[in-house]
T-cell receptor, first 112, second 110 residues
Framework: DAGVIQSPRHEVTEMGQEVTLRCKPI?????LFWYRQTMMRGLELLIY????????DSGMPEDRFSAKMPNASFSTLKIQPSEPRDSAVYFC??????????FGDGTRLSIL | DAKTTQPPSMDCAEGRAANLPCNHS???????VYWYRQIHSQGPQYIIH???NNETNEMASLIITEDRKSSTLILPHATLRDTAVYYC???????????FGAGTTVTVRA
């Protein structure tokens, strides 16, 4: 069975550039989550969706970050403009209702 | 606010059982105990969860004390591939947020 698929796996770009991270959740799952992991702050939830609708975006750091879910099989997390402090590993996860969340292998983002 | 307390690290011999403790003294009656692990360069992987009864699956066993203030994750026969950071998390079924703490770094040695 295909798990959560994230792309790209690695992204290196210069500050000020727009960055788009992509996620394909597990088919049939109705919840989608975006997390960020850094050494300083650990794993933290940024935003989550239910049936393509954002439910809680209180973890989104600032207006430079935006997330969309245009359909049940695709979501994006966009950073514009990017800054060096956005460097982190970004994970996407999905779940069926309150069942355990399943994570992708993440996108390692480096902003120079 | 941390809801769980775990030792920062522990070592385990390959082939032996690994017992990972977790304290959650402020757990509410409707909160479950979840365990995830994160192997280097991978996303967190769900292991097991329980409410008050002990649980077992193909990966591990979860023992929850009667007062539910602590629990132990048991890896029955640790292998080198079990080396990872293990996270103990409490959440209610209607709270979709997973709050990851620092976890326990488990190193399985040959």
């Amino acid at each position: 069975d295909a798990g959560v698929i994230q792309s790209p796996r690695h992204e290196v770009t210069e500050m000020g550039q727009e960055v788009t991270l992509r996620c394909k959740p597990i088919s049939g799952h109705d919840y989608l989550f975006w997390y960020r992991q850094t050494m300083m702050r650990g794993l933290e939830l940024l935003i989550y969706f239910n049936n393509n609708v954002p439910i809680d975006d209180s973890g989104m750091p600032e207006d430079r970050f935006s997330a969309k879910m245009p359909n049940a099989s695709f979501s994006t997390l966009k950073i514009q403009p990017s800054e060096p402090r956005d460097s982190a590993v970004y994970f996407c996860a999905s779940s069926l209702g309150p069942q355990p969340q399943h994570f992708g292998d993440g996108t390692r983002l480096s902003i120079l | 606010d941390a809801k769980t307390t775990q030792p920062p690290s522990m070592d385990c011999a390959e082939g032996r059982a690994a017992n990972l403790p977790c304290n959650h003294s402020t757990i509410s009656g409707n909160e479950y105990v979840y365990w995830y692990r994160q192997i280097h360069s991978q996303g967190p992987q769900y292991i097991i969860h329980g409410l008050k009864n002990n649980e077992t699956n193909e990966m591990a066993s979860l023992i929850i004390t009667e007062d539910r203030k602590s629990s132990t994750l048991i890896l029955p026969h640790a292998t080198l591939r079990d080396t990872a950071v293990y996270y103990c998390i409490v959440r209610s079924q209607n709270d979709y947020k997973l709050s990851f703490g620092a976890g326990t770094t488990v190193t399985v040695r040959a």
